[in-house]
């Protein structure tokens, strides 16, 4: 049965598909397209001499204006990633500067530059700060060197390898829910995607991050409710350039909602530690057994919480989206479904939704690779490195802010064909697709790494591959992604 727009049996409408405009980037998709169906090192620029390199383009030019630098052209071009695109000249400009305020910042797009960049992991603090209301300052967001080392390696593993394979009969069941739901919906009936998208996604973070109390559902609609409200408000203030005053209608709501969010951690770090909740949650546990402070516990869990479905739910609107308005591409994945699976919802299902993230050669890998790509879904990154760096060909001084220009890498006009960068193509990530080797195995970093935005080295490094230092979502979001997909496509 072909995914449509309108509800017709299994026909359905894409309602209010509104994609926020910053997102800091699959198991679940795979589960529901399954139910819809059925019923490394620096490159050649290490070699590069410190004395032998260039400059990024426009070092020398002067700020458009001495308080605000060039944030007002960047305010006229809509938004950061379209400015992003200008200054880099849709990718014929790899390495580029700009005036953030008082502060210079470098900004790179080329895929040599991806490479060069990789294994920072320190992200440039001040060009994030604006969420620091909505996270905290205590959270990982913020972290650097060691501490942000010992944070890592107590909470990502959480989200990877059989830790992660173990939350498959949670995504399961959440993916029956929305099945059981969508099959009654009447002809013609159009269905909100975008909600249904991302309460099934807190479902999935918080069942797998917090206790059980994430199955009731007034809860997930409050949780919903409130976050969305509270990210709107970052977006405003981000686009304005100015916080409401205190005690403002704006503010009230804000703190309102804001302390909602943060009670509802509490409400789970209370329950933990009365031993109630449930068996052992990873997530929570480690961080409340790691002694560090309640604030930073809170703001962590916030953290992941809001990345976990965030990303994910995004990324489910957008992949359900391109399969509506493509029908040849949801038959060819509808037969590669049920030519792995048999239509099994058991082993056979988990086994192939996790064989997705190391075997490109699958088609459901690269329809989530192109979904990534052409949405624009994690369009930045930031980061810094302490020491002097050299990023392709170009000095970069120590402890200048660095922007991997995402969005601008996966429209880059010397990399892919121009006149084939808007088309939905899922092809031109197959294994035998025409590119030099050296553009195909390195094109592809820009897409991991915006796997990994909101907050990894393959040979040939793809939309969704594991870097050395990724962010968890660079595996939690496609995780999810393609267990949805996997059960409501069949």
């Known amino acids: 049965m072909v995914l449509g727009l309108w509800s017709a049996g299994r026909e359905y409408a894409v309602q209010d598909l509104v994609i926020f405009a910053l997102t800091a980037v699959v198991g679940l998709v ?72 008082k502060e210079q910042v470098v900004s790179v797009c080329s895929p040599q530059a991806f490479k060069d960049t990789v294994k920072l992991t320190d992200r440039a603090v001040q060009l994030q700060i604006a969420f620091a209301p909505l996270i905290g300052l205590e959270s990982i967001q913020y972290s650097k060197g060691e501490d942000w080392e010992g944070r890592r390696r107590c909470l990502y593993p959480v989200f990877k390898g059989e830790t992660l394979e173990s939350y498959f009969p949670h995504f399961v069941h959440i993916a029956q829910e929305v099945e059981k739901e969508w099959s009654s919906l009447e002809s013609g009936e159009r269905v909100p995607l975008l909600k249904t998208a991302f309460s099934m996604t807190i479902k999935g973070i918080t069942r797998c991050i917090f206790d059980d109390s994430f199955e009731d559902k007034l809860l997930v609609e409050k949780v919903s409710t409130a976050y969305k409200s509270a990210w709107g408000e970052m977006e405003t203030r981000i686009k304005e350039g100015s916080s409401p005053p205190e005690g403002s209608d704006r503010d009230v709501e804000f703190q309102k909602n804001r302390g909602y969010l943060r009670d509802v951690v509490k409400g789970v770090i209370s329950r933990r530690r009365e031993g109630l909740g449930g068996e052992h949650v990873p997530f929570i546990d ?86 990534l790509r052409l949405s624009t879904l994690a369009p930045w990154a930031v980061r810094e490195s302490p020491d002097d760096i050299i990023i392709d060909g170009h000095l970069v001084p120590g402890g200048t802010p660095i922007i991997q220009a995402l969005g601008v890498g996966l429209r880059n006009t010397t990399t892919w064909k121009e006149g084939e960068l808007e088309e939905f193509n899922p092809d031109r990530f197959a294994v035998h697709a025409e590119q030099p080797e050296e553009v195909w195995s390195s094109v592809h970093l820009g897409l991991p790494v915006a796997a990994s935005a909101l907050a990894t080295s393959s040979p040939t490094l793809r939309p969704l591959s594991s870097l050395p230092f990724s962010c968890s979502g660079s595996s939690w979001s496609p995780f999810q992604t393609r267990w949805w997909n996997g059960i409501t496509d069949w």
């Open 30 to 101: 795979v589960i529901l397209v399954f139910f819809w169906f059925w019923g490394g090192d620096s490159g050649r620029s290490a070699k590069v001499k410190a004395g032998e390199a260039k400059q990024p383009a426009r070092w020398n030019q002067p700020p458009a204006d001495e308080q605000l630098g060039d944030l007002g052209e960047l305010q006229k071009a809509g938004s950061l990633h379209e400015y992003l695109l200008e200054l880099h000249d849709h990718g014929r400009c790899p390495v580029s500067s700009f005036w953030w305020g």
């Open 286 to 371: 480690n961080l409340l057994q790691s002694g560090v402070p309640d604030d930073q516990v809170v703001s962590d869990a916030i953290a992941f919480m809001i990345g976990g479905f965030h990303t994910s739910g995004n990324f489910i609107v957008w992949m359900m989206w391109y399969l509506a308005t493509h029908p040849e591409v949801q038959e060819q994945l509808r037969e590669e479904l049920e030519r792995e699976t048999g239509g099994e919802r058991g082993d056979r299902l988990r086994k192939y939704a996790s064989a997705v993230s190391t075997n490109y050669t699958t088609y459901f890998r690269q329809v989530q690779d192109e979904t």
